[in-house]
């Protein structure tokens, strides 16, 4: 498809979706004026990220989980269903991030309320939402479908029926779907950041998601390697991040003193 056409294909999606309106005016703006987001910073992400790395089985041990198990093999059978549930899926989304990870921090948190940006299939849902189960908590996630892919109804689609009880799902952009949350739930355990990644993307949404983490809460943000946003935002806070290497990528995670 040329770059025309895909924009031309992209715009009649935002188009007949008016609850996206907002988000089609800040894409504009951002497409006109401020193009190089996403990447700023990212060499020096990298080299700081690469410094603190530790492993995904490593952080959770920390956290005091030293019988440390992987979600695969402690619940089977939902994975069989999510798996089975990708490959039939007929569009191709954002695939799965440090999924042990996010469990053990809802378990660690004790999570009741746990809020996340970014599903598309659903994978880090299912991991929050196989913990928030063991406590009859809520997960609450905001998403904006990708704009041209139609995938509207696909979105969390890894996520079997039994969880959904557990589940909100705000179809919004973050923008948009963070207030209506925040006016159902106003703190939480735990959060984790995965949808916007460009650098004033993330920089906006930190310091509002940080204010709603209650203390000893966790923020987590995936791929915080592929700009400065996390690292400039941890430093301008002096916070002291752990920072999760997994399939040669970063994910960083902050706790609340
Ligand atoms: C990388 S995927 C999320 C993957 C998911 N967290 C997982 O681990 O399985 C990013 C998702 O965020 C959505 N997204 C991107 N920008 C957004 C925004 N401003 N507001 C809400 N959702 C957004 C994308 O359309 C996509 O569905």
Known sequence: MSELSSIARTFAAYLIRPHLYPELGRKIYKNIFDRKSA???KEDAEGWCRNLAVSQQDAVKSLGFENF????????????????????CPVKMG???????IYYLAEFTRAQNVLETGVAYGWSSLAALLSLKNRG?????????????????YVGCVVPQELKPYWKLYHY???ESLPK??????SFDFIHYDSDKSYKGRMWAY??????????????????????????????????????EFDGKYAGYIIKQ
């Open 181 to 186: 949350i925040f006016g159902e739930c106003d």
């Open 137 to 153: 908590g809520t997960l609450y996630s905001s998403d904006m479908p990708y704009l041209g892919k139609d995938n509207d109804r």
């Open 39 to 41: 990447f700023k910073g």
């Open 207 to 244: 310091p509002v998601l940080w204010e709603r983490l209650r203390k000893g809460g966790v923020l987590m943000s995936d791929d915080v390697g592929d700009n400065a946003a996390f690292m400039d935002y941890c430093v301008q806070q002096g916070h002291q991040p752990v920072i999760v």
């Open 173 to 175: 952009a973050d923008r």
């Open 69 to 88: 198990a992987p979600l695969t093999s402690l619940y089977p059978e939902a994975f069989a269903f999510a798996n089975e549930a990708e490959q039939n």
């Open 95 to 101: 695939g799965a991030g440090a999924l042990d990870l």
